[in-house]
Each structure stands twice: as C-alpha cells, then as structure tokens.
C-alpha cells in the first residue's frame, strides 16, 4: 500500500480526479490479503476512494474490479454528482443489496473493516452469505488514507488558515473573567464563517487545574490571572481536519509555568525537528519524552505525541513509543507534547505537520511562543 | 421491560436519583433474555442506568446485581463525581479489564447491544472468554430509554424553548438574498448561546429546490422571494434532545404551496390528535399518511411520520405503518410529515410531543400556522 499511494502522494497533486488511482493502489493489495473483493462500511475510506460525502452508504469492490457504491433514496442525487466510473445501487434493506451484489460479482472472499461493522449487521451479511469468507482487515487498511497528495495537504493548510484567523480574531476577548464555554463558541462561530465546513472536534478550552484533563471540553469555569488556558480545536475543510493547540497566560505567568512552557516548547519543536523520511514513529514520540522524562516531568505528559490527521481527526499513525511504523512522505501529523499537573494546571502545545523528502511543513499557523493575553 | 419502566414515568418524576431504579427495572428482564449479566457500550445506556455523560466507557452489570463502570484515566474524575453505588474499574485494555471482570464475577450467559459493538472488539472479547455465551440483545433493548420520567420531560421542554427562542430570535434576518448557511449558524450560535450543552444534529435549511432533499443539511443557496424554506432544527439540554421542523415562506406564498402546507398542517394535526396510550404506532403514522394519499401526494411523502426522542435525536419507537408497537405514557415522540416535489419544493412540519394519560403535550413552542417572512 505504502508505495502504491505514495506515487499518488508524488505524482505533482491538485489531481482533478484522484479517485481512479486511488482506486487501483487499493486494488493491488486484494493478492498480499488473499481477498477477491472488499466491503466498506466506514464512510471516510468510502470517501476517500469515490469522493462520496454523504453520511450513509456502502461501497463494494468486486473481484473484476467494479466499485458499486449502494445508497438509499436521500443519496442518489448526491452520489450521482459527486462520483464517476461507479455503478450506483439503490439500496433499501442494506443486507439484502449486498447479498445479491456478491452473489451476482461472484464473490468469495470478502475483506471487510471489522472495526466499522457492527456485530448485528455482520452477523445478518454472514447469515445470508453462508458459502462467502469474510476477512477482518480493519488493521491492514489502516495506512489506506495516511499518504495525503498536494490537494489533500493544500485542504488541510486551508483549514488551518481558516482556525488560525478565528483564534487571532478572538485573541481580544481572551481575558480574566470570561467563561471557557464563551471563546469556545465565539471560536468555532467565527471558524464557520470563516469557510469552515464545520468544527473538527468540540473545542476544548480548559482553564487553570481544568488545564491538567486531557480531555476536557469547555466549561462554564472563568479564566483568572495567573491561568494557563489549553485551547485544542481544529477547522474542517473539503473534509479535512486541521488540528492545533495554543496555551495562553492570562494576565501574568508564574515561573514554574514559564519554565515547564519553556520545556515542552522544546520537547514540541525538537519532535518537529526530528521529523523525517524513515525515521520510526517511536523515535519522534522519544525525542519528546526523554526531554520531558529527563526534566522530571515524564510521568506528567500521560499520552502519545501525536497521531495521523486527515478526513479524520485521528488516523493513522500514531506517535507513540510503541510503535515501529516509520514515516513516509505524504504524512500528515500531530506533534502535542503536554505536561499536566492535576489539580493545579495542564500545558500542551500542538502543530499540524506535513512529512515530505524535503523541510517538514508546519500547516498550523499560530506562533508557539509563550503568549500572555488580557 | 415496560410496564417496569412505566412505573418510573409514572412515580412522580423529578427524582433525585433515578438511576437505581433504573436499574432495578432493567436487571428484573434478565430471566426473561435468559441471561445472568450484560455489557454495555452504548454510551447513552449507560448514562440512562449510570449518570456517567464521558464519551468513552464500558458498563457491565454482574450476576449478583453489582454493576461496574469501566473507564480509562481520563475519566475516572469525572465518573466518580456523576455516579454512586457502582463499582469504578480503571480500565487499561477493555478486552483485559473485561476479561478478569467477567471470570472473577463468575459470568455465564452475557447480554449485549450487537448494534454498539464492532466485529473486532467481539471478536477478541470471545476469543479470551471462550467458556462464556455472549447474546446479542439490542432489539430487546431498544425501548430501554422509550419512557421518559418528569424529569427527562423536563430536560427536553427545556431544550426545546432554548431552540424557539434562538430560532424566533433570527426571524429578522430570515429573507430573501440570504443564505442557508447563515442562517443555520446563527441559530446554531443562539442556542448555545442561550444555554444548549450542544445542537441536536447539523441543522439543516433547506430552500426552494434543495427543501425536497429531506436530509439536505445548509448550503450556500440563498433565498429567493416564494422559496419554502424547510428548517429542521434542535437543541441539547442536559443530554436531552428536542427536534422541530418549521417551513416558512419568503415574502409570498404561491396558491399551491399554500395548499401543500395547509395538507401537511392537516395531517400533523390529526396524527398529533391520534396520539393516545394504546393507539399503535402504524396508527399514527396511517392517520397522516391516508390524509395526505388521499389528495394525491402519497408517494412525495418519502418518510415515517416520527420517531422517539431522548438522549439519542432518534430513538425508539419509530412512528412507521411497518410498526405495531403500542403508544405507552412516557413516551417522547416527533410528528413530522413532510410533502417534497423533486427538483421544485418541500414542506415539512414537525414537533416534539409527549405521551401522557391525559392530554398529549406538544412539547416544541414554535407555532405551525403559515408565516411568511422577508
């Protein structure tokens, strides 16, 4: 797969119609998996490989190689527009269209993303389809998407763009006194008039000891002098997401914040640094840890140091030790080293990157630089 | 499952902790789905039997009634200030933690949705339990949630003024020139601002042509004089959704239209007076159906006349004349017919009702008589 969609990664972009080579590279893995065709279930890879957008549907690859993409009523227009050289089903009871597909395509060994179907309608395929293999590959199709071409990137750097502009736009009102939830929905307000499609994830603006959980949205808390206030979001466009986190002071930074800022602003840009062709997911996420480990802070930064983004806000790979994947030109990352101290505070600072042969491009385009507001 | 829930509705509402209750109707079916225990990865079941509203965790309720609440460190906090009388796992790798729960509470025969869990994670669940029955029971399950207490009511009355207030409050600006996507962030943008957790789905305007797409979400169209612009909106309070549908004319209305509207009024009306306890679904949807057939639109009336409404924006009982179902006190149901004339027109009216003894209360506050605007 990785070679396959790395000529279409390299291929010089802004394809008009990048779907029929996608198409293809998919295809050339049916031999290595032992499959004679593939169902999706999973709308972003469906996407991905017909530009169908709509939010319900199947796409069948068969053994002659033939896409059939099987719609209900509400997305036959929609289909229609939006694909080319795919045969169009009109699907009414899902189970029933895919078992007369595969039983006219002469199917036998179906692949399938075991982590996008769920167990009832499996079960109902299975039933129905009693002389079909079916192959769970969710693991094998997980790169399908992670080498993005120029039109892909060029996406995704509007959308940062897009993010960027709402979040300077909303510097101002970023003071002591005023809720998480106001700059949250004032952010993704001015995101969508801005040309966003929609936000890319709910905002998170997590003020002072809020700052230390990860996952925390925004609340009704508001911010105070002194604070350290993460604001993770992210614009979406043409269906690609961009992804970036800012950490602002308000009004004042303590010492200790200022230094621990300091600390994961290296640990973020040394990551970037060491951003190459080749070079393992593992030793990105250690360039990071063993500078927050070695400072003390190692059992305070509780996740990975970013992850793929693309049509979806995570995707493959992730940034972690544990992982051998190495990096190919085409990706796009995360880098989000953060160091939280529960109770107290939380700081992480985040960029969208590109990996080419070439300098990795930062996408996201806010300055990292330790920034007071109010 | 519910008369036992019946006797929640029906116990005075506005309970301060329901969820035991919740629980002891639930745990009473479990002789009859011959099971001994069930899982659950349904995020919105588990808040129904828990409180716990994180996005990610596993419920499991043993054999001797004790219920477990499996969650990663991201939401351990969270889970132990939204919950009590349950037992909080920290859950590392779900299949493990799963795993040793269910050997060490001595699990036989499990029940779980096999619409909430994926091939993969059941797959490796099985694999590591081989010894147990895993049963799949989401149809039995499916109207859980369908009988709402005062207080759920409560919650979703809210949401539903927070939803008028942001729509009557964008009036001023609905007229012809502008878009559909300004309007739908706008009033995305007030109900949040008018204290929405969140909006109840993309909120979809739909004008002129576009109206007769009934999932078409805002586009860039801009309103003409004597479009029908179908908007169909709602708002989240405390995880409880509303979901209305107005259909408002720009400037004029044309003589036809102005007919449609009044059959679709007529059929929303009548459906709405049909709504009894007892009464089956496939009645209330033939009520507005055989009126609007009768005039010669049936086949441009392309959906079920409503589903239930709760913590999911659709949930059980779907109002269809495939369902047999019987009305229950309790129940959060939409009434929404529509008429849609491809590639000219659609109209649709819908509200948000609630089932009771006595009177059916229409829940949605923006009056249905015809409103010209511009």
Redesign the interface.
């Known amino acids: 797969m990785a070679d396959a969609a790395k000529s279409v990664a390299e291929s010089g972009g802004m394809t008009s119609n990048p779907f029929p080579g996608r198409m293809a590279d998919f295809r050339l893995r049916f031999p290595e998996w032992s499959v004679d065709s593939f169902l999706f279930f999973n709308m972003n890879n469906i996407r991905y490989l017909t530009g169908f957008s709509g939010?319900e549907g199947i796409l069948y690859v068969g053994p002659r190689g033939q896409a059939h993409l099987l719609v209900d009523?509400?997305?036959t227009?929609q289909a229609r527009k939006e694909t080319s050289g795919l045969e169009l089903v009109h699907m009414t009871d899902s189970v029933d269209s895919i078992t007369i597909l595969l039983a006219h395509e002469n199917a036998s060994v179906v692949g399938?993303e075991?982590?996008?179907?769920?167990?009832?309608?499996?079960?109902r395929i299975k039933g129905k389809n009693k002389r079909l293999k079916f192959k769970?590959l969710?693991g094998e199709i997980d790169l399908l998407r992670a080498l993005k071409d120029e039109h892909e990137v060029a996406c995704i750097r509007k959308a940062a763009v897009i993010a960027a502009d709402a979040l300077e736009s909303v510097f101002p009102i970023i003071r002591a006194g005023v809720s998480e939830r106001d700059i949250a929905?004032e952010l993704e307000?001015r995101m969508?008039?801005g040309g966003a499609d929609?936000v890319a994830f709910?905002t998170i603006v997590a003020s002072g000891p809020r700052g230390a959980?990860?996952?925390a949205r925004a609340g009704a808390r508001k911010f105070k002098p002194g604070d350290a206030v993460v604001i993770d979001y992210g614009a979406v466009y043409k269906g690609y997401h961009s992804d970036e986190t800012c950490t602002f002071f308000i009004d004042r930074v303590e010492s200790d914040l200022k230094e621990v800022y300091g600390l994961v602003k290296e640990a973020h840009d040394r990551a970037i640094a060491a951003v190459a062709v080749g070079r393992s997911c593992r030793d990105i996420d250690l360039t990071a840890r063993d500078l927050i480990d070695h400072k003390g802070w190692g059992r305070h930064f509780?996740h990975g140091t970013g992850h793929g983004v693309g049509l979806d806000i995570h995707e493959a790979p992730r940034i972690s030790y544990k992982s051998e994947q190495l990096l190919e030109a085409g990706m796009v990352l995360t880098i989000e080293p953060g160091v939280y101290l529960p109770g107290k505070w939380g700081i992480r600072i985040e960029d969208t990157i590109w990996v080419t042969r070439g300098k990795t491009e930062v996408l996201t385009k806010v300055p990292k630089e330790l920034t007071i507001l109010g």
Chains 1, 2 share one sequence.
């Open positions: 939010s009523g509400r997305y227009t399938f075991d982590t996008s179907l769920n167990v009832q309608l499996y079960r769970p969710s929905l307000y969508r008039k929609k709910d959980l990860p996952h509780t």
